[in-house]
Each structure stands twice: as C-alpha cells, then as structure tokens.
C-alpha cells in the first residue's frame, strides 16, 4: 500500500494560527474515494501530504489509515513525538473516537480512535466528522483579521455545515451541529435518507443534483446551467430549485450563527464562479426591500474555499492538537 501513496509537492510552509508546539501533527481526511493524509511540523508548517485510494470496511480502513501515517512519519526522528486527527464521515463522537454509519466507506461501527491508538504504540488520537475537520483546515488556512466565527457548508454528496468559533470546533451537546441538511424546508417533496421528506440535502447537495439532473456523463451541475443557458426550461427550473435551496442554506446559517465568512466547499464548488454568480444574485433578490437581510448581506460573507488544497486533512491534523 505505501507504494499507491504519491507524495505531492507541499504548497504551504509558512507557519499557521493553532499550531502545535510540542509535537507533529499528522491530518488524515477519509472520504468516498480517497485518503488525503498530511504532515504538519510543531511549528504548523505544512511539510509532507501524500494521497491514496480509499477502500471500504473497517479492516480496510484502518489497515489504509496505518498505512498513510506511516508514509507520511517515516522520515521524522526515534524521539519525534505526532499526534493523529481523522477526518471521516458519519456520526462522530469526538469524545470516544466512535464511528457509526458511515455508509459510503461500508462502515457501520468502528471505534476508530482506540484501534487506532493501540495500533500506533499508544498515540493521541483525535476522529473528527470530516465537515467539522474541513471547516477548521478552512478557517486556519485562509485567515482573516476580522472574524472570529466562521462557518464551512460544505455542497458535497450530502449537505452539512461545520461551525468553527475562535479557533475551535463547535459540536453542540450531541454533534448535531450544523446538520442543516436535515432541514425540511418542502415537507411534500423529495423523501430523504433520513427519513423525512423534503430536506434541504435533497435538493442543495452535489448528490442531489447528480439525481435531479442524472442523464449527463460527468458532473451534472456544469451540465444543468449550460442547458439552462440554452433555452432548456426543464433545466431552469431545476437550477432555479437547486440555488433557491442553497440559498436557504446560507440564509440558516448566517441568522442561527452569524459567522463574519460563510466558506463553500464540497464537490459541487468544481462548478466554480457560474454557481457562486447565481447564488449570491438569489441572495440579493431575497433583500429586495429586506433592510435587515440587506444590512446582514449574505452575499458579501461568501468565500468559495480553493479544491486545490489539502483542507480537510489540514484540519484533521489541527483537531488533534494539545492546549
Ligand atoms: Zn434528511
């Protein structure tokens, strides 16, 4: 396996907010496809991230996980002290390193923490929701001077948000927070893997536009605003219902969390500038004679997060840092 890891060149060094300084801190974000794992030197200097193709199963997991820590840790010194975070999918329990649903990885239990621990000789282990590890990589590395809350929504096969406040993760009492894509805002709409109906997961995420707008051969979304463009009434629709959800989206979170930057990420973010364009005129026609929505403008807090870097990873890494 440490041959599939391909070492990329490392495209941030300069010291980062939160750094640990004491130990390494080695970052592994688990999603559908890959595994991104990433080296952080005590400093926060980014300095090695290699990536690999991910499996599913528990064995396979964990067996990949060891793998990518150990590529990325052979370089470093007999008394170089790491600590790990993961980033997976699923219901998180930050506290115990438990993993449970994590379907697309074919994980339905995993205490992914402890194992893990026991197979690195005793290391600190931290397992984060990758949302929740997604936003605090975003929040660290695009800094800003004047926010102390900003929020990740992330637009990927589902639909979730991760909250990060002066430099922390917020789960709320049970780790539910920021699972707004369990909203029902159309309660006779679209049945939801949830089990209610009309959750904003199933219109706004990158998954739900692979199914409103399935007959394309790679992304739909690109897709769906050229027919658009086109004169095709059928895929007008169906963009005008996907933005009008994501800007539901982005409506919830500025007014529950009021975060000085909204970060967009996920897969459909790929779509780039033609949907942020569309989404941030769907914001600005919902203030049309709205001065508390134009006064709060949503629009202006928007920040696609760039696809080409290591965040998630990044973030894992930071979680698993030591006050
Ligand atoms: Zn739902």
């Given at each position: 396996?440490?041959?599939?890891?391909?070492?990329?060149?490392v495209r941030?060094?300069?010291?980062?907010?939160f750094?640990?300084k004491?130990?390494?801190?080695?970052?592994?974000?688990?999603?559908?496809?890959?595994?991104?794992?990433?080296?952080l030197?005590?400093?926060g200097?980014?300095?090695?991230?290699?990536?690999?193709?991910?499996?599913?199963g528990?064995e396979?997991?964990?067996?990949?996980?060891?793998t990518?820590?150990?590529?990325?840790?052979r370089t470093?010194?007999?008394y170089?002290?790491?600590?790990?975070g993961?980033?997976?999918?699923?219901?998180v329990?930050?506290?115990t390193?438990m993993?449970?649903?994590?379907?697309n990885?074919?994980?339905?239990?995993?205490?992914?923490?402890?194992?893990?621990?026991?197979?690195?000789?005793?290391?600190?282990?931290?397992v984060?929701?990758?949302v929740?590890?997604a936003?605090?990589?975003?929040?660290?590395?695009?800094?800003t001077?004047?926010?102390?809350?900003?929020v990740?929504i992330n637009?990927?096969?589902?639909?979730?948000?991760g909250v990060?406040?002066d430099?922390r993760?917020?789960?709320?009492?049970?780790?539910?927070?920021?699972?707004?894509?369990?909203?029902?805002v159309?309660?006779?709409?679209?049945p939801?893997?949830?089990?209610?109906?009309?959750?904003?997961?199933t219109?706004a995420s990158g998954?739900?536009?692979?199914?409103?707008?399935?007959?394309?051969?790679?992304p739909?979304?690109p897709?769906?605003?050229?027919?658009?463009?086109h004169?095709?009434?059928?895929?007008?629709?169906?963009l005008?219902?996907?933005?009008?959800a994501q800007?539901?989206?982005?409506?919830?979170?500025a007014?529950?969390?009021?975060?000085?930057?909204i970060l967009?990420?996920?897969?459909?973010?790929?779509?780039?500038?033609?949907?942020?364009?569309?989404?941030?005129?769907?914001?600005?026609?919902?203030?049309?004679?709205?001065?508390?929505?134009?006064?709060?403008?949503?629009?202006?807090?928007?920040?696609?997060v760039?696809t080409?870097?290591?965040?998630?990873?990044?973030?894992?890494?930071?979680?698993?840092?030591?006050?």
């Amino acid at each position: 396996m440490a041959e599939q890891a391909s070492m990329k060149p490392v495209r941030q060094t300069r010291p980062m907010r939160f750094a640990d300084k004491r130990r390494h801190l080695v970052g592994v974000d688990i999603g559908g496809t890959k595994i991104e794992t990433v080296l952080l030197g005590p400093d926060g200097s980014l300095l090695k991230s290699c990536r690999t193709a991910a499996r599913q199963g528990n064995e396979a997991v964990l067996s990949d996980i060891m793998t990518s820590v150990r590529h990325v840790t052979r370089t470093l010194g007999k008394y170089d002290a790491f600590s790990v975070g993961i980033g997976i999918p699923g219901q998180v329990q930050p506290s115990t390193g438990m993993v449970r649903s994590a379907v697309n990885l074919g994980i339905d239990r995993l205490p992914l923490g402890p194992v893990l621990s026991h197979r690195l000789d005793g290391a600190v282990v931290h397992v984060e929701n990758d949302v929740n590890a997604a936003a605090l990589g975003a929040a660290t590395l695009l800094p800003t001077e004047c926010e102390s809350t900003s929020v990740l929504i992330n637009f990927g096969t589902g639909l979730a948000a991760g909250v990060v406040s002066d430099g922390r993760i917020e789960h709320g009492d049970t780790g539910i927070c920021g699972e707004i894509g369990h909203i029902a805002v159309e309660p006779h709409m679209f049945p939801c893997s949830c089990g209610q109906h009309g959750c904003l997961e199933t219109v706004a995420s990158g998954g739900a536009v692979q199914r409103l707008w399935p007959d394309t051969d790679g992304p739909a979304m690109p897709e769906l605003i050229a027919q658009a463009e086109h004169g095709n009434h059928k895929a007008q629709a169906v963009l005008d219902m996907v933005i009008d959800a994501q800007a539901t989206a982005v409506t919830i979170v500025a007014l529950c969390v009021d975060p000085g930057r909204i970060l967009l990420g996920g897969g459909l973010l790929r779509t780039g500038e033609p949907m942020i364009r569309r989404l941030k005129t769907a914001l600005g026609r919902r203030a049309d004679g709205c001065a508390f929505l134009t006064a709060a403008d949503l629009g202006g807090r928007i920040t696609p997060v760039p696809t080409d870097q290591p965040i998630g990873a990044v973030g894992a890494a930071l979680s698993a840092r030591e006050d």
